[in-house]
């Protein structure tokens, strides 16, 4: 079983940063996929960015390309997300997501991810 546990939502002005980090416990030998996935009020979960920790491939959707960034810590076992550049449109609760998938680039669908955070909550005002 993996316990993943996501931390440093804030409220933050248009243009500003933040980084989310994501602690990751448990059996975590097999966690190869890890995600980032944010979901708004209304809207369905989306894949934000994406992870293949023995390849290091990375997948971005095109809506954070060039603003965020996702990296890892094996030694530590954290994802993080680098996002800069916020805009209102970001407003959302984001997800750290594993998943046993052998696959690179790395999947942006939920469907392929198994073992999801509780989120933490970015707000970005204009």
């Known amino acids: 079983q993996v316990q993943l546990v996501e931390s440093g939502g804030d409220s933050v002005q248009a243009g500003g940063s933040l980084r989310l980090s994501c602690a990751i416990s448990?059996?975590?030998?097999?966690?190869?996929?890890m995600g980032w996935f944010r979901q708004a009020p209304g809207k369905e979960r989306e894949g934000v960015a994406g992870?293949?920790?023995?390849?290091?491939?990375?997948s971005y959707a095109d809506s954070v390309k060039g603003r965020f960034t996702i990296s890892r810590d094996g030694a530590k076992n954290s994802l993080y997300l680098q996002m800069n550049n916020l805009q209102p449109e970001d407003t959302a609760m984001y997800y750290c997501?594993?998943?046993?998938?052998?696959?690179?680039?790395?999947?942006?669908?939920?469907?392929?991810?198994?073992?999801w955070g509780q989120g933490t909550q970015v707000t970005v005002s204009s």
């Open positions: 997501a594993t998943s046993a998938r052998w696959e690179c680039p790395a999947s942006l669908s939920k469907d392929n991810y198994n073992s």
């Open positions: 448990g059996y975590t030998y097999d966690r190869y996929l």
């Open positions: 992870v293949f920790s023995r390849g290091g491939c990375t």
